[in-house]
């Protein structure tokens, strides 16, 4: 069945510093997701990808899409405490969607 | 705006009981799927609908069961608790265009079972 692989499993930052994580598909994918998950919270929607190659921004967030629609990335640029949590992609098959096991960045000031 | 609902927030079992966690959202979504998130596992899918009458496996549905009879419910049972079974459970929904899109999660139940 489809697995979605994601690195690191812990990233440290010093505040200021940038900050990126991977995902990686068994299978092709429909789309990507990314979502964030503070602490003790539930995942909030950040962003999707649909096309091959697609790159977005939202602010010092940039999200990549591979051309083979099988790999992704978060970049955070210049991180700040505020975006301490857990970040997951989830890969979309048909009406299966799974997610990485994510990312738990943490940001000291 | 309730958005997704779920409950109880916490709940506490004894191996071989049953319960069932609740689910609704008022959204319209065609789409509900139950996910359990386990330390260092991320969240996986238990099942998943995509309208009234319609359920599907995930990758981790044993020990599970799952109803539709609504479009704004979507309960998910545990006939006879397992202490694997213990983790946080979310449910989330989404519109369907071509497949679930943006997934609105509720703020999760944490069950224990000892």
């Known amino acids: 069945g489809q697995q979605v692989m994601q690195i690191p499993q812990y990233q440290h930052v010093q505040e200021g510093e940038d900050f990126t994580t991977y995902c990686n598909s068994s299978?092709?994918?429909?789309?990507i997701q990314w979502y964030k998950q503070r602490p003790g919270g539930h995942p909030v929607f950040l962003i999707q990808l649909v096309k091959s190659g697609e790159v977005k921004k939202q602010k010092r967030l940039t999200f990549q899409f591979g051309e083979a629609k099988k790999n992704s990335s978060l970049h955070i640029t210049a991180t700040q405490t505020t975006d301490v949590g857990t970040y997951f992609c989830a890969g979309r098959n048909n009406n299966d969607m799974r997610f990485g096991a994510g990312t738990r960045l943490t940001v000291k000031p | 705006n309730a958005g997704v609902t779920q409950t109880p927030k916490f709940q506490v079992l004894k191996t071989g009981q049953s319960m069932t966690l609740q689910c609704a959202q008022d959204m319209n979504h065609e789409y509900m799927s139950w996910y359990r998130q386990d330390p260092g596992m991320g969240l996986r899918l238990i099942h998943y609908s995509v309208g009234a009458g319609i359920t599907d496996q995930g990758e981790v549905p044993n020990g599970y069961n799952v109803s539709r009879s609504t479009t704004e419910d979507f309960p998910l049972r545990l006939l006879s608790a397992a202490p694997s079974q213990t983790s946080v459970y979310f449910c989330?929904?989404?519109?369907?265009?071509?497949?679930?899109?943006?997934?609105?999660f509720g703020e999760g139940s944490r069950l224990t079972v000892l």
């Open positions: 989330a929904s989404s519109r369907l265009a071509g497949g679930p899109g943006e997934l609105f």
């Open positions: 299978t092709t994918l429909s789309n």
